[in-house]
Each structure stands twice: as structure tokens, then as C-alpha cells.
């Protein structure tokens, strides 16, 4: 039977040293297995799934200069043709149209005239482009939904109007939008709130509706400015300055919590530096995840709470109420670094003020004296077991077998392992450690390798010796095929991916993606991926990746 593994964890390094993909700086994992052996690698930051982005680097091989150039051509692809500034100029001729003359083509992302729609017969287009959606553009982009990357669901107007009456509470002047469109779309429309904000989200469809001092196109995971130097500058810009400055962040629910949090709180750095201000100022945040990775959000984000108030989505039925909603309405909610007791939450919505916890809370979440706390997370009246000392969902019963509240239809032996102990480690279950700082642990390139493996990374690293191939990059492997029937290359290269004996992965990578790095922050400036499709050959130079996302594209669009 496959090895299914314990898990896979996120090592925080110098991430801007390490090697890039499409979507920047990639990301350093370990693989734990169930023998206790574990795999270091390169992979996406940005995406969960090898179909969107195939990047895969073993940290045990060289990151050769001949792949490295093969990712080089990679990114160079990908990098649209225009600028953010010049996608921007163009939108701006078709927005000077009348409503009935303005199309979006949601095949090439680009906003067109009537009299361009001879070039897009095939495709899927939107007609009619009204004012309003010209302003909020959340409105008329049709949302990527796929929850292994962009995972777009856009807050429901009530959500809106109670993410915004939040900000108003902490005086909010500037806002950074992390992967918040719609509030963005709100303040700028709104300038009777007397608010500015900056939107940073990796969807680069919005620069053709928002100037580059408004919208940056940037990977939340990474840290990662697609815009370059110029880009950085506006953000730091923003950041700097003393008006009261909130961050508000919607981030993919499938995303690591780790990066996340490390991100965040390099913003809350790079904002104290900007201002001159000490670690005793804190950068307010509202930051918006669901309720069942709290133990996430305050491993990674220790100084916020989770508040009650559930969040709301257009296009999304687990994570909205009603009809469709969940039954206990959405399990999306609030953290927050201030106090609770700054969130007022309205009664006609099912809300009340618990003057014990002196906070806002559910109104079926009843303040429990034992606990001594308003204890619900999920939106239910939770019940108290004496036997576990704590609140629990009501449906769960006490097991004499697990020693703890477990759901009825729980499997004792699955659990007694995995859920008893949340926070022991997983390699030899003690509690205490993480399964990383394990004693037991056995390190890459184990004996247990298996000779398989052995066999085949001895291979991989003779083909990346003798030949590279710049080309056809296939979805889920850095194309092998493309490692054949290519020139020598590596022989002459200069001395990047040399052994580094003696050095951590993390050490080696810092030198060996110098020349990358300064190649792709130079090519990343261009803007809007999907403008170069519109000419006539796009087609055949569309990457898998995109060619996946015009077909889903398609399917959603029958207008
Ligand atoms: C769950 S949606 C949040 C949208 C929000 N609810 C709204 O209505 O404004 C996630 C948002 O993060 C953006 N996003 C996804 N992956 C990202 C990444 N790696 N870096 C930055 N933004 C990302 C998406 O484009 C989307 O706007
Ligand atoms: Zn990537
Ligand atoms: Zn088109
Ligand atoms: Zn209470
Ligand atoms: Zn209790
Ligand atoms: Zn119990
Ligand atoms: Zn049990
Ligand atoms: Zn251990």
C-alpha cells in the first residue's frame, strides 16, 4: 500500500533566496513518513495542486543552472506581454464607451469594444458592461473558484457591510487589502468613509480596472510583488504615513497557515520600519479563516482571537447562510488583534453582547459558568462535560474508551491516536515536540530509502546532466521529456547549483538561485497574463495551466 504519510510541513527559510516558479519564490517542505524517514522539496507556494503549477525540486539534488534556466523560460512565458500601466491605459479607451459598446471577454481577460468582437467570436463573452461593474469589478470577473489556488469567494453584501462598520470601529484610515477585493471595492467607492486602500491579490485581472497605485498583483504566500521594485515602492509608500492603518485578509482556505502568519507579521514589520515605530506598536488586522483552523491561526498568530460573527459568501454554499448555507450558518469568521469587546455584532442577525466575556457572541452561544466563557465556535449551543472539563458540540457524547467527548460515530482506535493527543508528535507521539525537533526522526536519504527511489533520482540527475530541454514543460513534472533530445548544456555554465558540502538546503539554495532570481524580477514587471492570448497565436503558446483555466473559464461563462 502506498505510503500515505503523516504529513507534510512548511520550513520557513530566507524564502526570496529560494527557487522560483511562475508564481515566485517557491517554497521549502518536508515530507514526514510513517517510517519515519522524511523528504525535503521545492514546491509552489501558490498552488496546492501539481495541474497549476508543476514546480518540484528535491532539496538532496543540485538546482542545476540548466534547470534553472529551463524555469527561467518558464517564467518568461508566462510574463505577460504588457505592463500593469499599459494594461490599465488600454481599459481606460474601452471604459470611455458607452455601457452598451463595452464587452469583457472572460477567455482573454481584457476588457473590449463592440468592434473588437470580431476577434473574439469563440469565446466567452460578457456584454453590456455597466458603470457599476466598471467600479467594482468583483462583480463582472467571473471568480476562479478552484480551491487549490485562487479559491475566489466574494463576501456577501451584509459581510461587506459589517468587515467595513469593523474598520470604521478601529478608525481605520488606510486599509492594505490582502486578497479582499470587495472591501477594497467599498472604500474606493465610498468616499464618505474617508478611507484609503491598496489592493494586493495574485488575480492580475483587476489591473485593468485598478491604476498601479491601487491594485498590485502579489502571492500572500510568498510575499512576493509580480510588479517588482516599482511595485514594492507603492506598497512601502502606502505603509508609511500616520494614519491609522488596518490590514484586512481573506486568504484561500486551503492555504499553509504558516506562510500566512510569517507574511503577515513581515508586513506588521516592514510597517513599524516604515514608520519608525518599536514592537510595542501593533498593526491592527482583520484577518478572515474558518473556525476549525483556530488552533492554526493562534499557532501562527498568537496575539488574536477568534470572534463569533460569521462570514458570509456570493459564491459559496458551505461558507454562507440560508437555503444552501451550512446548517449552523458559515464557518467562516473573524480573528482579530484587538479586543473583542471593539465588535459589535447586530442583534437582528442573531447576535448578543455577553457582558461577562464583554464581547459579541452568537445568541445561542451561551456563556458557560465552568468554563467561564462563551465557548461555542461553530455556531451551536455547545453542552459542558464534567469528564473533559470543557464544552463540547452537543452532539458528541463522553467515550470510557477514548477518555474524552468523541462525535457518536467515531472509530475509538482512529481517534485515541490522532485526536487525544492534537499537539503530540506525530512520529513518536510524545507530547512535548513537534514531529520536526523529533528525537526519533529519521533524516532524508535514510537507509530506508527505498533502492527504487535511489534509482530513480540517480537517473533524474544524469538526465539534467546530459541534456536540458527549455521546452514543452508538461503539467506535473518538469517535463522529463523535455530533459531529452537537448544540447549540452550544463558543462559551460557558470558555478550556480554547486555542491555546497556541510551547508543546509537552505544555505545551498541562497546561492544557487542568484542568477534566477535577478532574470525573473527584471521580466516580472510586464502585466495582465492573459492580454497576450488575445493575438492570433496565442493559442499555441498558452501554457498547460492556461489552457486548463480557458476551459474552466469557458464551462462557468454561458453568460
Ligand atoms: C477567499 S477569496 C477572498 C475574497 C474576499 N472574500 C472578497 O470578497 O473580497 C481569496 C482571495 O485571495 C486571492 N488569492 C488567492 N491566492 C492568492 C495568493 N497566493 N496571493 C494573493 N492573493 C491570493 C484571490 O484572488 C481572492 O481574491
Ligand atoms: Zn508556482
Ligand atoms: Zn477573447
Ligand atoms: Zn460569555
Ligand atoms: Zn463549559
Ligand atoms: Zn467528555
Ligand atoms: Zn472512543
Ligand atoms: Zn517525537
Known amino acids: 500500500m502506498k505510503d500515505q504519510g503523516l504529513g507534510v510541513d512548511v520550513i520557513i527559510n530566507d524564502i526570496q533566496s529560494n527557487p522560483r516558479c511562475t508564481h515566485g519564490p517557491t517554497i521549502l517542505f518536508e515530507r514526514f513518513q510513517n517510517d519515519g524517514t522524511s523528504k525535503r522539496y521545492y514546491a509552489c507556494s501558490a498552488c496546492r495542486d501539481r495541474k497549476d503549477c508543476p514546480f518540484y525540486h528535491s532539496a538532496d539534488q543540485k538546482f542545476t543552472q540548466a534547470k534553472a534556466e529551463v524555469w527561467q523560460d518558464v517564467i518568461k512565458k508566462a510574463t505577460p506581454t504588457l505592463t500593469h500601466a499599459e494594461v490599465y491605459k488600454r481599459a481606460k479607451v474601452i471604459k470611455t464607451l458607452s455601457p452598451s459598446e463595452r464587452m469583457y471577454c472572460c477567455d482573454c481577460s481584457q476588457l473590449i469594444g463592440s468592434k473588437q468582437q470580431g476577434h473574439h467570436k469563440t469565446h466567452a463573452l460578457k456584454t453590456s458592461v455597466s458603470d457599476e461593474q466598471l467600479k467594482k469589478p468583483s462583480t463582472l470577473l467571473p471568480p476562479k473558484e478552484s480551491s487549490r489556488f485562487e479559491a475566489q469567494y466574494l463576501f456577501a453584501a451584509n459581510s461587506t457591510d459589517i468587515l467595513m462598520s469593523m474598520l470604521e470601529q478601529l478608525q481605520a484610515r488606510k486599509v492594505l487589502c490582502l486578497g479582499a477585493p470587495r472591501i477594497f471595492e467599498t472604500i474606493v467607492n465610498s468616499p464618505a468613509k474617508k478611507m484609503s486602500a491598496l489592493l494586493l491579490d495574485i488575480d492580475d485581472r483587476y489591473g485593468a480596472f485598478f491604476s498601479p497605485e491601487q491594485f498590485l498583483c502579489y502571492n500572500m504566500f510568498n510575499h512576493y510583488f509580480f510588479g517588482g521594485e516599482m511595485a514594492q515602492n507603492t506598497y512601502k509608500k502606502f505603509l508609511s504615513g500616520k494614519e491609522k492603518m488596518v490590514v484586512v485578509s481573506d486568504p484561500p482556505f486551503g492555504g499553509r497557515m504558516e506562510l500566512l502568519g510569517h507574511n503577515l507579521l513581515t508586513v506588521q514589520n516592514e510597517w513599524r520600519d516604515a514608520n519608525k515605530l518599536t514592537k510595542a506598536d501593533q498593526l491592527s488586522v482583520l484577518f478572515i479563516f474558518p473556525y476549525f483552523m483556530e ?60 457582558d461577562i466575556c464583554n464581547r459579541w457572541v452568537r445568541t445561542n452561544n451561551v456563556h458557560c459558568e465552568k468554563c467561564k466563557g462563551c465557548m461555542s465556535k461553530d455556531g451551536r449551543t455547545y453542552k459542558h462535560c464534567d469528564e473533559c472539563n470543557k464544552c463540547v458540540k452537543p452532539s458528541w457524547m463522553h467515550c470510557s474508551n477514548c477518555l474524552k467527548c468523541q462525535p457518536q460515530d467515531h472509530r475509538c482506535s482512529e481517534m485515541a491516536h490522532g485526536a487525544k493527543k492534537i499537539f503530540a508528535c506525530h512520529i513518536c507521539g510524545e507530547e512535548g515536540h513537534k514531529r520536526m525537533d523529533c528525537p526519533k526522526r529519521k533524516r532524508s536519504l535514510a537507509p530506508s530509502v527505498s533502492h527504487l527511489k535511489k534509482k530513480k533520482q540517480k537517473l533524474e540527475k544524469k538526465m539534467e546532466k546530459e541534456s536540458v530541454g527549455k521546452e514543452n514543460i508538461k503539467e506535473n513534472s518538469v517535463s522529463k521529456k523535455s530533459m531529452k533530445n537537448k544540447s549540452k548544456k550544463g558543462k559551460d555554465m557558470p558555478a550556480i547549483g554547486k555542491p555546497n558540502a556541510g551547508k543546509s538546503p537552505e544555505a545551498k539554495t541562497k546561492t544557487d538561485t542568484k542568477t534566477g532570481i535577478t532574470n525573473v524580477t527584471k521580466q516580472s514587471k510586464k502585466f495582465s497574463t492573459k492580454q497576450k492570448n488575445a493575438n492570433a497565436n496565442a493559442k499555441n503558446k498558452m501554457t498547460p495551466m492556461e489552457k486548463t483555466k480557458k476551459k474552466n473559464n469557458k464551462k462557468k461563462m454561458k453568460n
Not at 501562527?300 to 449552523?328: A, C, E, R
Not at 467562516?332 to 465588535?343: A, C, E, M, T
Open 295 to 354: 488552533p492554526q491561526v493562534l499557532e501562527n498568530l498568537p496575539k488574536f482571537t477568534m470572534l463569533d460573527y460569521q462570514v458570509d459568501y456570493d459564491n459559496h454554499p458551505l461558507y454562507s447562510s440560508g437555503m444552501k448555507g451550512m446548517i449552523n450558518g458559515s464557518a467562516v469568521r473573524v480573528f482579530v488583534n484587538d479586543h473583542p469587546s471593539l465588535f459589535p455584532l447586530p442583534d437582528e442577525k442573531g447576535y448578543r453582547h455577553c
